[in-house]
């Protein structure tokens, strides 16, 4: 089995083999304690549906008997599975793939669990704090995600958290100005008396200098 595998990947070119190396890394359930199982997902999950080089190489690997596809003829209906689980434990250049990327994968499914809680959610809430935004910009600009691929979805959210951050800390700018300008026209109106104008726009020169010396009527 293992060599009838490595032949399939070699008849495979360079940006398929990676393809291929995506696909079989998406299609194992990592054992917490126990072995590594298969993990169906659809095809959607492994990549982009209608992608030739994707098509091409799913439909390499099955006709390899390396994969299973089922679920229908409909790019959106269709599952994909590893054809034999042995392949797991018995292909060493799986092995060798898994013990390389294991921890970039389980950073890539949790993202990817967010995002889709995101869309479950209609978009009106999971957004990313600045803390987990930052970790999943971060995750997303790595060799390894360029390796493993990410999903549109995580994209949007990333996309979508940072307009809200941005947003949000505007606002707060904003806020905190309307609130120095408030502090000032009060200690103007306490300093100048009746000559309100003259002070406030004194009040707002000394403001633009950055001048925040206490001043008071003598």
Do not use: C
Not at 9 to 26: E, K, N, S, W
Request: aromatic share 8%; glycine share 8%; hydrophobic share 40%.
């Amino acid at each position: 089995m293992a060599q009838r595998a490595d032949q399939a990947l070699g008849q495979l070119d360079a940006t398929q083999q990676q393809i291929a190396r995506r696909i079989f890394v998406r299609l194992v359930q990592f054992g917490a304690g126990r072995a590594d199982t298969r993990r169906q997902q659809a095809a959607t999950e492994l990549g982009p549906t209608g992608d030739p080089q994707f098509e091409s190489t799913l439909m390499h690997l099955a006709k390899r008997r390396l994969l299973i596809l089922g679920g229908g003829e409909q790019p959106h209906s269709r599952r994909v599975d590893l054809a034999h689980e042995a392949l797991i434990e018995g292909w060493p250049q799986l092995r060798q793939w898994l013990r390389d990327l294991r921890q970039a994968e389980i950073e890539r499914r949790r993202l990817a669990a967010k995002a889709d809680e995101w869309l479950r959610l209609d978009r009106l809430g999971g957004l990313l704090d600045a803390a987990e935004l930052a970790e999943a910009e971060r995750w997303m600009a790595s060799a390894n995600a360029a390796i493993l691929g990410y999903t549109e979805p995580l994209q949007l959210l990333v996309q979508a958290s940072r307009a809200a951050i941005t947003q949000a800390e505007q606002a707060q700018a904003a806020a905190k100005a309307r609130e120095r300008e408030s502090s000032y026209t009060l200690r103007v109106q306490l300093a100048g008396g009746g000559n309100y104008g003259e002070y406030y726009a004194f009040g707002k020169w000394i403001h633009s200098w950055g001048w925040n010396e206490e001043w008071s009527d003598t």
